[in-house]
């Protein structure tokens, strides 16, 4: 487990936490996805995006 990983504000995890990534996926992203490597955050940037999500818990946060 990396040290430097973030962790959620909510439930403590470090191994479920994936960064968002918004705009269209490319395939690699689409792969990384699957993986659970990162979340799709939609394909318009929000005003306040959110940097992380928590497969936990569901969670989204900066």
Do not use: H
């Not at 959620?8 to 996805?33: E, F, H, T």
């Not at 939609?42 to 569901?58: L, S």
């Amino acid at each position: 487990m990396d040290s430097n990983k973030t962790s959620c504000p909510i439930c403590k995890s470090k191994d479920q936490v994936a960064k968002v990534v918004y705009g269209y996926p490319a395939r690699q992203i689409l792969q990384q996805v699957q993986r659970k490597e990162v979340k799709l955050g939609g394909c318009m940037v929000p005003e306040n995006p959110k940097k992380w999500y928590c497969f936990n818990c569901n969670e989204q946060f900066n």
